[in-house]
RNA sequence: GCGCCCGUAGCUCAGUUGGAUAGAGUACCAGCUUCCGAAGCUGGGUGUCGGGGGUUCGAAUCCCUCCGGGCGCGCCA
């Protein structure tokens, strides 16, 4: 519908090219955009002020020789000319009713599109280390990486999804030991508890798994537990493999698992990924040594400060294998890659393309781009939950999905711009109430449903051709209203898929439901006047479309019945 | 101290990349069901857009500065 307008828009400044009215050259970009009000008609654009400087005319001039030049199109009802020189569109009902049956033809494929030209994309997301149990920073992750491969793919974007973790470095050391001293029967106040153990009662489960020979499947693997407790490599690949799985089902849970890939950092030091990285960072000049170590001159790259990337004891930082694993992504073809992190993770983001810049290959600057979200304080009964991952105890992503349920915390997670930090309500999550948007918009959906239901139990037909062919009998304000906010959907998908901000399909599917409940509350459907039930009916399946749609985007289910 | 993010109604948050009179939800008050599901609907008021400068036809949005909050600043990951 959008894009239909723009193109009007676009003909016309051809004419005014043509005509002299425009100088050939003159292009600027100007925004048709969704008005605030009914006062100024559906679509305005600031075209006319935008190119009131190149064409050496004042805007309110301009604006009418534009819409002069607007071609004809039943699109249109009136055009109006507004304060500075914006111009309002009124679209003509027709409009609308033509947008209806696209939705009805369309199904699911609603609001889908081919903007992304089919670039292979990389979404690399949750990436957490199996150290233990994910926790809600996590979960708000791995909500807003899985909706925007979802947003990505339905614009038609080749999307994969990735999941990448640590399974040898220092921090997999301190849990192997964890476990160990749990094996051993050693507590956590023992003097001889490791000094950065893992504290959190979940590693005794993994001692009790290991002792009892137990096996481990993640990642395709079986890791078969040998019950040596003075084995530490065993016990370490045992914990790796026992933690990775215990984080799938958390995700299955969430509707995230499985991934399409799930990149191991140890296989770059098996492949010799991180040595071939290293050596050809110094082979390229942009490195040095100093006090025994090797530095790369990331400030060549915009960094405050040069970093080391071979301590002196010849082992590498973790930032040398994170670049190791970025030349992965580019040789794997990757056209576009965005990583989703937590933002307590943005220092390293200048590191890894200043080492990417380094090694000369041709990368983009803008590439790797990077999603971060924020903290996520948990509230309950008017208190904040504390989380600590380290010493235990803390609100896991599981706890939550069994409390509030997959939903709600999916919907809770996305609903917020993900780089500000926001408050969950656990008591609002778990809310069976008009208090709870996922409730409210859910059922919207099952009201629809449900009068399909009502239909059939009074043995009456829906003659959806006749409705599509009937559209113009519904004129109330709440149809209209209704019909252009379904009319709005593919707008916000495709927005939502250029900012990289899936929060907006969240807000977008509450406004959508509100104009449902509202035409719903004030409209029998099921009248006797068959064109305009079968009309109504027509609407009101339009609108369950796109919001069915609009919450597969984001992963929640859009029930019959609630 | 330096870097990144943030500051919008009592509270939780939007604000379509610089547009028209800054919006929702919630809370509070008053109403609405012989009718397809009341998990709903209809009214009622709320702002120094953290403060101050600047850029321009026009700023919550861009720049500078100050205040306040979060995160990061290791030869940890």
């Not at 949750?126 to 150290?131: E, K, L, R």
């Not at 917020?416 to 780089?419: A, L, P």
């Given at each position: 519908m959008k894009e239909q307008l723009r193109s009007l828009i676009e003909q016309a400044l051809d004419g005014l090219r043509k005509a002299g009215t425009l100088p050939a050259d003159a292009v600027a970009a100007f925004v048709l955009e969704r008005t605030k009000s009914r006062e100024h008609g559906d679509f305005a654009t600031n075209a006319a002020m935008a190119l009131a400087k190149p064409a050496r005319s004042n805007p309110r001039a301009l604006a009418q020789a534009l819409v002069a030049a607007l071609p004809q199109s039943t699109l249109l009802q009136k055009v109006e000319i507004a304060g500075p020189g914006f111009i309002n569109f009124f679209l003509s009902p027709a409009a609308y009713h033509e947008e209806v049956k696209q939705v009805l033809a369309a199904g699911a494929q609603y609001g889908r599109s081919t903007i992304g030209g089919n670039k292979k994309t990389q979404i690399e997301f949750?990436?957490?280390?199996?150290?233990g149990p994910l926790h809600i920073g996590h979960g708000r992750g791995a909500v807003v990486g899985d909706c925007l491969a979802r947003v990505l793919a339905a614009t038609g974007s080749d999307v994969g999804r990735e999941f990448y973790y640590n399974d040898a470095g220092a921090q997999i050391d301190n849990l192997a030991k964890s476990v160990q001293a749990r094996c051993l029967g050693i507590d956590v106040d023992d003097p001889r508890w490791p000094a950065d153990g893992y504290r959190g009662d979940y590693i005794k489960d993994v001692a009790r798994a290991f002792l009892a020979g137990d096996v481990a499947h993640a990642d395709g693997r079986d890791v078969q537990a040998s019950g040596d407790a003075n084995d530490l490599d065993a016990i370490r690949r045992f914990a790796v493999a026992y933690l990775r799985h215990e984080q799938d089902l958390d995700l299955q849970a969430f509707g995230v698992a499985p991934f399409d890939t799930y990149y191991l950092e140890s296989s770059l030091y098996t492949d010799g990924l991180v040595e071939k990285t290293a050596s050809e960072l110094i082979a390229h000049g942009h490195t040095f040594e100093q006090d025994g170590a090797l530095w790369l001159r990331t400030t060549d790259y915009g960094d405050d400060k040069d970093r080391v990337m071979r301590k002196s004891d010849g082992s590498y930082t973790y930032f040398l294998p994170d670049v190791a694993y970025h030349v992965t992504k580019w040789k794997r073809g990757y056209q576009r890659v965005i990583n989703e992190h937590g933002s307590d993770h943005h220092s390293t983001l200048m590191r890894v393309k200043a080492g990417l810049q380094a090694l000369d290959m041709g990368i983009p600057k803008g590439w790797p781009e990077y999603v971060l979200h924020q903290m996520v304080t948990v509230m309950r009964d008017g208190q904040e939950v504390k989380l600590g991952k380290r010493a235990g105890g803390y609100v896991t992503l599981r706890d939550l999905i069994d409390e509030v349920g997959r939903d709600a915390t999916r919907y809770f997670l996305i609903a917020?711009?993900?780089?500000s930090q926001m408050v969950f309500d656990i008591d609002l999550a778990r809310s069976q109430s008009n208090d709870n948007p996922v409730y409210y918009i859910q059922y919207a959906h099952a009201r629809v449903c449900s009068v399909l239901r009502q239909l059939d139990e009074r043995g009456i037909q829906w003659d959806r051709a006749n409705g599509l062919a009937k559209l113009d009998k519904l004129g109330s304000e709440h149809e209209a209203a209704l019909m252009a906010e379904i009319s709005r959907y593919p707008e916000v998908v495709e927005a939502a898929a250029l900012n990289l901000e899936p929060h907006l399909i969240a807000s977008y599917l509450r406004e959508l439901a509100y104009a449902l409940h509202t035409y719903y509350n004030a409209h029998q459907f099921i009248v006797e006047d068959v064109d305009v039930r079968d009309a109504r009916i027509a609407l009101a399946v339009a609108a369950r479309q796109a919001l069915a749609n609009g919450l597969d985007l984001l992963g929640v289910s859009a029930p019959e019945q609630m």
């Open positions: 949750v990436s957490a280390n199996p150290t917020r711009k993900s780089d």
